[in-house]
């Protein structure tokens, strides 16, 4: 079975597809894919081509201020802007959604979302606002929106980088990420099924984020259809062996 990339342009978001060649209009399960902070839509072609292999269509935008919408905003606005990304890749998801079902590309509703670090947070705040996603996979991301936000900007005062927004600001755009904050809301998931991975040694996003996370819901007996997978001695980056078990956990979920 050959797999092909293809070039897309949804609404204003350019994307690549990737999926069987003898079955480019046809409709498939459906995983769209969220790249990480600095990261583009080209870096995930690895593991969508595993995810293609084997019957999926896969869909890889590239998220505002990066990739082929990088635009000519410095690195410290694109700092500030993180969260303001996290939103707009929701609002993309929604136009992505519907171009797929506008294009009979989706079969039966069979649509999953997954990403990595950014991505994978990306991933969590979409349970809270889309209950026709089926599955989704969070790759070294984070479901605790507000505490990754301090820890954000504990980091960038860290590199010495002024801070643009007064205390008062600052706690009213954290107030403002409640809504998008799995952990916080964790009646969201609502059974769907879920994949947590992450490096138990990953100094960027916080191993302890996706632990703490999946003993809440442990503890909240929601954890049936949820599988937390930590990889022992891996700092930030998906190994092959994460994208393997993610693409068998999407093959039994989705």
């Known amino acids: 079975m050959a797999v092909v990339i293809e070039e897309r342009q949804i609404e204003h978001i350019p994307t690549l597809i990737v999926h069987n060649q003898t079955q480019q209009v046809a409709p498939l399960p459906v995983i769209v894919y969220f790249h990480g902070f600095t990261s583009a839509k080209e870096q995930n072609l690895s593991l969508a081509y595993l995810l293609a ?10 998220a505002m201020h990066h990739g082929a919408r990088r635009g000519e905003v410095n690195e410290d606005q694109i700092q500030f802007d993180f969260w303001k990304i996290v939103e707009q890749n929701l609002v993309d998801l929604h136009m992505i959604n519907s171009w797929l079902i506008q294009n009979g590309l989706v ?3 069979r649509l999953g979302i997954a990403g990595t670090s950014m991505g994978g ?3 969590a705040a979409a349970l809270t606002q889309y209950s ?10 984070s479901a605790k929106a507000q505490d990754m936000a301090r820890y954000l900007l504990k980091g960038i005062e860290q590199q010495g980088i002024e801070i643009p927004f007064s205390e008062a600001e600052l706690e009213t755009q954290l107030a403002a990420l409640r809504k998008i904050d799995l952990s916080e809301q964790p009646e969201s998931i609502d059974g769907r099924p879920l994949f947590i991975w992450h490096g138990d040694q990953d100094p ?3 191993f302890s984020h996706a632990q703490e996370f999946f003993e809440e819901l442990e503890a909240l007996g929601m954890d049936e259809h949820v599988e937390f997978v930590r990889e022992h001695g891996r700092d930030h980056k998906v190994s092959r062996q994460a994208m393997l078990q993610l693409t068998d956990w999407f093959k039994r979920h989705l």
């Open 121 to 123: 947070m990306t991933t």
């Open 107 to 109: 079969e039966s509703g």
């Open 132 to 141: 026709w996603i089926q599955a989704v996979g969070m790759m070294m991301g």
């Open 204 to 206: 960027v996003v916080p």
């Open 53 to 62: 292999d084997i019957g999926y269509r896969v869909v890889l935008p590239d």
